[in-house]
């Protein structure tokens, strides 16, 4: 069945970029019936959705984030990806990737991957 | 953006309890709101769908429902794998919003 899985530096330096994988395996990125996104959990905090990406590049962003935001589809379209600019220790989280059904909730997630912002 | 709140933010229970938990939108959503639940270190898994849609796969104990922009999650008959963080949140408008979390907790 369909698997994602997040990749990417644990650790990032304030004012860097921080930058994450999400492999898709089991099924396709490609389907029209899907977006594919991104939501992180800071520690002890709640969930906040960073953005979404459809097979074909077209994207949503929280407008909280939209300005250091940058999520992409792989042209091998098994993986998309998340960039995040100019972090400060208010990004340390752990990060999720999720497919978003047509009905747009998150039905598939990765397990996490933990992003700490210190120097 | 729409403010999700959540109701409580923790909730003791035991085994065999009917729970509710609350969730309240800033403005209306129409039923465009799905729970989810939590466990530690782990990802959300999605329960219910639409407001009152189960999931598939999820046990028939869960339930949804709506009126204005409230909406409540049931759980008729709590069992042990129940106790995790329960997290509503709203599709109808960009950004998607999530309610702070109600901690369900073994009393």
């Known amino acids: 069945q369909l698997q994602l899985q997040e990749s990417g530096p644990g650790l990032v330096k304030p004012s860097e970029t921080l930058s994450l994988t999400c492999t898709v395996s089991?099924?396709?990125?490609?389907?029209?019936?899907?977006?594919w996104g991104w939501i992180r959990q800071p520690p002890g905090k709640g969930l906040e959705w960073i953005g979404s990406?459809?097979?074909?590049?077209?994207?949503y962003y929280n407008p909280s984030l939209k300005s250091r935001v940058i999520i992409s589809v792989d042209t091998s379209k098994i993986h998309f990806s998340l960039k995040l600019s100019s972090v400060t220790a208010a990004d340390t989280a752990l990060y999720f990737c999720?497919?978003?059904?047509?009905?747009?909730?998150?039905?598939?997630w990765g397990q996490g991957t933990v992003v700490t912002v210190s120097s | 953006d729409i403010q999700m709140t959540q109701s409580p933010s923790t909730l003791s229970a035991s085994v065999g309890d009917r729970v509710t938990i609350t969730c309240r939108a800033s403005?209306?959503?129409?039923?465009?709101l799905a729970w989810y639940q939590q466990k530690p270190g782990k990802a959300p898994k999605l329960l219910i769908y639409?407001?009152?849609s189960l999931e598939y796969g999820v046990p028939s104990r869960f339930s949804g429902s709506a009126s204005g922009t409230g909406f409540t999650l049931t759980i008729s008959s709590l069992q042990p794998d129940d106790f995790a963080t329960y997290y509503c949140?709203?599709?109808?408008?960009?950004?998607?919003?999530f309610g702070q979390g109600t901690k369900l907790e073994i009393k």
């Open positions: 999720a497919r978003m059904r047509a009905d747009d909730t998150f039905d598939i």
């Open positions: 089991g099924g396709s990125i490609s389907s029209s019936s899907y977006y």
């Open positions: 990406v459809y097979y074909s590049g077209n994207t």
């Open positions: 403005q209306s959503i129409s039923s465009w």
């Open positions: 639409k407001a009152s």
């Open positions: 949140q709203q599709y109808n408008s960009f950004p998607y919003t």
